[in-house]
């Protein structure tokens, strides 16, 4: 087996003003603040994980709240806090007291992992009042300025972090409050005087948030598997949809979970619970508009070095994960021009496409303090103990060597910086590149459109006529994969290999398919890829899998391309500026040619290769054919055991590849066997 490596790889906030349909709580406006406020002070990032529960009765589910907490320690291991609360009683409280259970309504949790001054203040934390509370798992880059302006105000803010400038948001802005964030979050705020709740997620869900409602109240969590615990909760009413739809591209898409009771906050939407009622509505969503026929390289750099300047801040080293590809490059690049930064590679010989030679290269070019790590990895130990993390079924297999990388790195630095939402910004994909087809396609007259969508449709050799059929159908066409290979998601594959049951029930949910390529009617095509993979791919699949992965080991990641401010620049840019045929990312290519050594930037397009089909014919086979057919239980009601074995034998012999077909199986099992258990 050849060697390899495997790898992960200044603005102010508009002015404050108030939401017009928001009100503040009663008592709880502004008052005289310190001088003190008004100084730059440093900050108490809430990396973590969040909990509540909103009971219908008092203290009925609120002693569950300590085992959601206890199943997400490893979001936060350096410390924990909760409060019960009673919707119109104000409390001042610590936040690791409150009521009696029996006589609270609300509870909130979090865990902590210590980033900035590492005594820290406590969570939940409350206005100084008590009217509104707050638990929050994230960053706000821009709490200074929101600081400084909630500050001359007349809000007191008594604390240094950023943390507290949430519940002051909420007294001026109501709702509104997300969309004066730059940062990654999770947050849940209750308003007491109001018997209010307010979730929200960050633009691109880089932090997640799941949540249930029952006949008994309402609970969140950051983790399903952590949500699933609670008593009550209907592990067995499973969503066929949703089972469909992770067939079909390998991971769950929001707001879907796999259980039929629970949702994931979608990224860029709130939430929210008042007077037993739920409403769930966006504050923000991609707009890849393509309007712009130039690129301001200059504006570009400065806007990436800007993003990271503001994800450097903390108490603890901050890293770098290190590629050879241009999206950790230039992260790397960006943090040389501050001082020396970490960077981390990591390096096996049992994994395809050995990057490290040229990650070191770009090191010592960039004159970091370079960490590279070789590992003999035990991946059948690493995917059954991610099985449980994920909380429902995820069959990216990267995940493995995301895990590694974390893990490695988290063993030197808790925070470190990634290349994630490149490819998803600058057309890095190769699917990306077929704009042939769309201008071809773009010529036929509607009913040619339809009868060679119908031929495609009918084109069982992988996931290409799917594909091309749906871009037919909505004259908007590409023959790309779209979605995560896993895959059944060719009618001919459901065909052969769903139960007939399933198949009559949600087995023909569509995956995002057709609707979802049609969703921004009138774009340039190729544009609407970008934004569908934005708005989808990015945050279900590629954000889910690092957060949990790295999470997995108690290490925070921060992503400078999804700031919004960066996003919404490069999204105006024109797609003939992002991508010219097989040359993907020229901005990014173009930065790379004044920062990295000169053949950097044209190297290829790489991700995590592991050898997946070779070793379950090899190494891992045993194991695999254990993993499928010890249990059919955990999968036979959605799959015909003869199609299975059927895909086994074939891909045995050498005579197909059903290695990502027969892996959305074997995770489908490994997730079920997870079920249940408080702990990976």
């Not at 080293?317 to 021009?337: E, N, Q, R, T, Y």
């Not at 949910?509 to 095509?525: E, I, L, S």
């Not at 108690?554 to 045929?581: C, I, W, Y």
């Not at 057919?629 to 074939?650: G, H, I, K, N, Y």
């Amino acid at each position: 087996m050849a060697n390899s490596s495997a790898w992960i790889s200044t603005w102010r906030s508009a002015p404050l003003t108030p939401c017009p349909n928001s009100t503040p709580s009663p008592g709880s406006g502004p008052r005289e603040p310190p001088a003190a406020s008004l100084a730059p002070q440093p900050r108490f990032p809430a990396v973590c994980g969040i909990a509540g529960i909103l009971c219908n009765t008092p203290g009925r589910l609120g002693g569950e709240l300590g085992r959601m907490t206890r199943a997400m320690r490893h979001r936060g291991p350096d410390g924990q806090g909760h409060v019960a609360l009673r919707p119109g009683r104000r409390r001042l409280a610590p936040a690791t007291a409150g009521l009696p259970d029996e006589e609270a309504e609300v509870f909130l949790g979090h865990r902590r992992l210590a980033i900035i001054d590492l005594q820290g203040t406590a969570q939940p934390l409350c206005n100084e009042n008590g009217a509104v509370w707050t638990v929050f798992n994230g960053e706000i880059y821009n709490y200074r300025e929101l600081r400084r302006e909630l500050a001359s105000q007349g809000h007191v803010l008594r604390e240094k972090g950023d943390t507290e400038v949430l519940v002051h948001l909420w007294e001026r802005l109501g709702e509104a409050l997300p969309a004066a964030l730059n940062g990654m979050f999770a947050l849940a705020v209750y308003d007491v005087d109001r018997d209010t709740l307010f979730l929200a997620r960050d633009r691109f869900g880089e932090k997640p948030l799941y949540y249930w409602e029952s006949r008994d109240g309402f609970a969140f969590a950051s983790e399903l598997a952590a949500l699933a615990l609670l008593e009550g909760f209907p592990r067995d009413a499973l969503d066929e949809a949703a089972a469909s739809r992770f067939f079909a591209t390998g991971y769950v898409p929001h707001p879907d979970t796999i259980y039929a009771a629970a949702r994931c906050l979608p990224p860029g939407h709130v939430l929210v619970r008042r007077g037993g009622r739920t409403v769930v509505k966006p504050y923000w969503r991609p707009d890849v508009r393509g309007d712009v026929d130039a690129c301001d390289l200059d504006a570009l750099e400065d806007a990436l070095d800007e993003a990271v300047r503001s994800r450097l801040e903390a108490d603890v080293p901050v890293g770098c994960f290190l590629s050879a590809g241009l999206d950790s490059s230039l992260i790397a690049a960006s943090m040389a021009k501050r001082g020396k930064p970490l960077t981390f590679t990591i390096a096996s010989g049992h994994w395809d496409g050995d990057e490290s030679p040229t990650a070191r290269r770009i090191a010592a070019h960039l004159g970091t303090e370079h960490h590279e790590f070789r590992v003999e990895p035990d991946f059948v130990a690493v995917a059954e103990k991610l099985a449980w993390h994920y909380g429902q079924p995820f069959a990216d297999y990267s995940a493995v060597p995301t895990y590694y990388v974390s893990r490695e790195t988290r063993r030197r630095v808790k925070v470190a910086l990634s290349g994630d939402g490149g490819d998803e910004l600058f057309a890095g994909y190769e699917r990306y590149g077929n704009a042939w087809a769309a201008s071809l396609c773009g010529l036929l007259p509607e009913p040619g459109r339809s009868l060679a969508a119908a031929l495609a449709g009918r084109f069982p050799g992988g996931d290409f006529g799917t594909h091309l059929a749906d871009f037919l159908r909505v004259a908007g066409p590409i023959p790309v994969r779209l979605e995560t290979p896993s895959t059944f998601y060719h009618p001919y594959w459901r065909e052969r290999c769903f139960t007939p049951a399933f198949l009559s029930g949600g087995g023909t949910a569509p995956g995002p398919g057709p609707a979802r390529y049609a969703a921004a009617a009138g774009q340039d095509a190729r544009s609407r890829f970008l934004e569908t993979d934005q708005a989808l791919y990015l945050p279900a699949d590629i954000l889910t899998k690092v957060d949990i992965a790295s999470m997995s080991v108690s290490l925070e990641t921060r992503a400078p391309f999804l700031d919004h401010r960066l996003v919404e620049m490069v999204n105006r840019m024109a797609f003939g500026r992002k991508r010219q045929g097989a040359v993907g990312k020229l901005p990014l290519r173009a930065l790379a040619a004044r920062r990295l050594p000169p053949d950097v930037a044209g190297l290829p397009k790489r991700g995590f290769t592991l050898p997946l089909a070779g070793w379950m014919r090899r190494e891992l086979r045993d194991w695999s054919h254990a993993a499928l057919f010890d249990a059919p239980e955990a999968w036979e009601a959605f799959l015909c055991p003869q199609a299975v074995s059927r895909l086994w034998e074939e891909h045995q012999s050498g005579w197909a590849d059903h290695a990502l077909r027969l892996w959305s199986v074997i995770a489908w099992g490994l997730w079920r066997r997870t079920v249940g258990q408080e702990a990976a």
